[in-house]
């Protein structure tokens, strides 16, 4: 398996404008977990969902931020309008429970918004 | 309340020298404790957990229930090592863990 896979690896934009990243999590994985990390806060949970179910939505920021599991391989985390603040790495990860709770990432998406 | 504390941001070591990045948690019941590890741009990866009770890359990590401490220990330390570490502790109510502030360990040569 190639692992988790997100995309864009990189991107700036501009203030106000929507921002959508992409995950494919690893095949027969049923949870995806959905991380955001900066200097300043560290590493904070947004939402996970089980079974493309979001279960947690308790850590996203703001309205501004949604996420959606259509199915099995493949979620997204918007950010509609974005802001400077919302520069960060987001980080897409996915596990089996049966794994022994083993979480693997992805590589993130570096985001700028200027 | 689960609560995972890495009371170091920074950790500055020279090369060969010994290495021990704290982790201290709080919780109520059976924890079950993680180190990932950042190297610089990459991903974060899974270095060890306790109930393995391995040594990934000279890293150990012991639980100590009566201390509540799950510290990171290498005895000499390469350059290569140098990341960030992040402590974690596993809920028992969700499928969720629970993250320490994560602690930048820079070897120097």
């Known amino acids: 398996d190639a692992g988790v896979i997100q995309s864009p690896r990189h991107e700036v934009t501009e203030m106000g404008q929507e921002v959508t990243l992409r995950c494919k999590p690893i095949s027969g994985h049923d949870y995806l977990f959905w991380y955001r990390q900066t200097m300043m806060r560290g590493l904070e949970l947004l939402i996970y969902?089980?079974?493309?179910?979001?279960?947690?939505d308790s850590g996203m920021p703001e309205d501004r931020f949604s996420a959606k599991m259509p199915n099995a391989s493949f979620s997204t985390l918007k950010i509609q309008p974005s802001e400077p603040r919302d520069s960060a790495v987001y980080f897409c990860?996915?596990?089996?429970?049966?794994?022994?709770?083993?979480?693997?990432f992805g590589e993130g998406s570096w985001l700028t918004v200027v | 309340a689960q609560r995972v504390t890495q009371p170091e941001k920074l950790l500055s070591v020279f090369k060969g020298a010994p290495v021990e990045l704290k982790c201290n948690y709080s919780y109520s019941g059976s924890p079950e404790l993680f180190w990932y590890v950042q190297y610089s741009r990459q991903r974060l990866q899974l270095l060890l957990r306790?109930?393995?009770?391995?040594s990934i890359k000279g890293f150990t990590a012991d639980l100590n229930k009566g201390e509540t401490s799950f510290h990171l220990k290498k005895p000499f330390a390469q350059e290569e090592d140098s990341a960030m570490y992040y402590c974690?502790?596993?809920?028992?109510?969700?499928?969720?863990?629970?993250w320490g502030a994560g602690t930048k360990l820079i070897i120097k040569p």
């Open positions: 306790h109930i393995s009770r391995e």
């Open positions: 974690a502790l596993r809920g028992d109510s969700n499928y969720q863990l629970i």
């Open positions: 990860a996915s596990s089996f429970r049966g794994s022994g709770n083993t979480i693997y």
């Open positions: 969902f089980n079974n493309n179910v979001p279960i947690d």
